[in-house]
């Protein structure tokens, strides 16, 4: 069995283990986000469950966090750098993501967080190109809370495989979310 398969076995059991753990009112809200970059674009779907713990409490502010469980499907439309070729892909990941908020829970916050991705194929778009299908995504991210709960941000993701293998180009995204709270 090759390296690859044993990795994609292991995140899947992984993934499903922590899904199948968690009850279902650990689900506390649920997300879409449509994202573009590297003459790719993106459409993704994710469920989040926040965390209980709170840090460095001051000010009436506090980081928090949520992991974030997300299904994705990416178009690149520079498939081996060939103008017009189609490149279809799916993304599996789950992030933990830090959040500085208000206690409250309302109004403006910044996130960052960094999660494991799975590809369906390997990534090859407008001379750039992932050689695993595993991959790390960072992001970087600022959004509103508003009253009603319902929460916007814009996003800044990077992909890369950390440099395990060559080629590694990385993949960015610029994306834009929503989320819609379901406690």
């Known amino acids: 069995m090759e390296v690859n398969q044993l990795l994609h076995r292991f995140i899947s059991l992984g993934v499903l283990f922590t899904v199948l753990c968690q009850p279902a009112h650990a689900i506390d809200s649920v997300s879409m986000e449509f994202g573009s970059g590297d003459r790719t674009k993106m459409?993704?779907?994710?469920?989040?469950?926040?965390?209980?713990?709170?840090?460095?409490?001051?000010?009436?502010?506090?980081?928090?966090?949520?992991?974030?469980?997300?299904?994705?499907?990416?178009?690149g439309n520079k498939f081996q750098n060939i103008d017009g070729r189609k490149q279809n892909l799916f993304a599996i990941g789950l992030t933990p993501v830090f959040r500085f908020?208000?206690?409250?829970?309302?109004?403006?916050?910044?996130?960052?967080?960094?999660?494991?991705?799975?590809?369906?194929?390997?990534?090859?778009?407008?001379?750039?190109?992932?050689?695993?299908?595993?991959?790390?995504?960072?992001?970087?991210?600022?959004?509103?809370?508003?009253?009603?709960?319902?929460?916007?941000?814009?996003?800044?993701?990077?992909?890369?495989?950390?440099?395990?293998?060559k080629p590694n180009s990385g993949v960015d995204f610029l994306i834009l979310q929503a989320r819609y709270p379901l406690d």
Request: charged content about 20%; proline content about 1%; hydrophobic content about 35%.
């Open 43 to 75: 459409v993704r779907a994710a469920a989040q469950w926040k965390w209980e713990k709170e840090w460095w409490k001051s000010n009436g502010t506090h980081i928090g966090g949520y992991w974030n469980l997300d299904l994705a499907s990416w178009r």
């Open 101 to 165: 908020q208000r206690d409250s829970r309302r109004g403006p916050y910044a996130e960052l967080g960094i999660g494991g991705y799975f590809l369906s194929d390997l990534y090859d778009n407008n001379d750039q190109k992932l050689s695993t299908r595993l991959q790390f995504g960072d992001q970087l991210a600022a959004g509103y809370v508003f009253q009603s709960g319902i929460d916007v941000s814009i996003k800044f993701q990077h992909f890369s495989n950390g440099g395990f293998k």
